[in-house]
């Protein structure tokens, strides 16, 4: 019987990225989200304020329910995802309209110029004007953080990588015979790339963390544990 894997990575106080859990487990069901998350709670996992992944059902809800975060739809997948409702020929036009959102200096800028350009849109593309209307501030909550951080802040693209490598060496074996030869698997992986991240640069900036730390930002949207989740 198929099952996804999901994996969860941290950036942490010190700038660093850490692998912080992963499981084995319908994607799309909510409990399993719910639980997921909860046993990241129980292991201490905390001050999260900002979640990055891709639309899976139950996950959004399973966020706020547990860690009262934001929630940051992954920007590449939704692209994907709008341009589907456009003519091929159509998507470089579209694409660079959307774009402009997030060429913005502010969330609030952002959204103006995001809500002008499913206007300018709607005429010939409705359901991707709808499409905007109801993902705003999913695709949009990155940009309430601080600059510096942003691009490592819209998409789980970081995290594919990763992925990547899960999936070739699982596909390697092919079959399991159970989840525990799974974990084996996954878990040798992980085990690598969290000693190689451990030693190799930083991924964000500790002085933008200490920046935040004298700023008036909502404490809903920003603390510097920040997760990406994929499954």
């Known amino acids: 019987m198929p099952v996804a894997a999901i994996i969860a990575v941290a950036a942490n106080t010190e700038g660093r990225r850490e692998i912080i859990g992963v499981g084995l487990g319908p994607s799309e069901a909510e409990t399993f989200w719910t639980e997921f998350l909860r046993s990241l709670k129980a ?7 900002l979640v990055i992944s891709d639309a899976h059902t139950g996950l959004k809800a399973a966020i ?7 929630w940051q739809r992954c920007r590449v997948h939704w692209m994907r995802n709008a341009l589907a409702h456009v003519s091929r020929g159509q998507h470089t036009v579209v694409a660079a309209a959307i774009r402009q959102a997030f060429d913005q200096p502010d969330r609030a ?6 809500r002008k350009v499913a206007e300018q849109l709607r005429p010939r593309w409705p359901k991707l004007a709808d499409l905007m209307d109801t ?4 695709v ?3 940009m309430s953080f601080p600059r510096q951080h942003r691009t490592k802040l819209h998409s789980t693209n970081p995290i594919e990588r990763l992925n990547k490598e899960v999936k070739r060496r699982a596909d390697v074996v092919g079959i399991f015979p159970n989840e525990a030869s799974i974990m084996r698997l996954i878990g040798a992986v992980l085990f690598e790339q969290n000693d190689e ?3 190799s640069s930083r991924y964000m900036m500790v002085e933008a963390f200490a920046q935040i730390d004298k700023e008036e ?3 809903m949207r920003y ?4 997760g990406q989740i994929s499954g």
């Open 43 to 49: 292991r201490g996992l905390g001050g999260v304020r």
């Open 64 to 70: 706020v329910r547990v860690f009262e975060a934001t």
């Open 109 to 114: 800028h952002a959204g103006e110029t995001w």
């Open 135 to 138: 993902s705003e501030h999913d």
């Open 140 to 142: 949009l909550a990155y």
């Open 197 to 199: 991240w451990q030693t």
């Open 217 to 219: 930002i909502d404490p």
């Open 223 to 226: 603390s510097p544990t920040l």
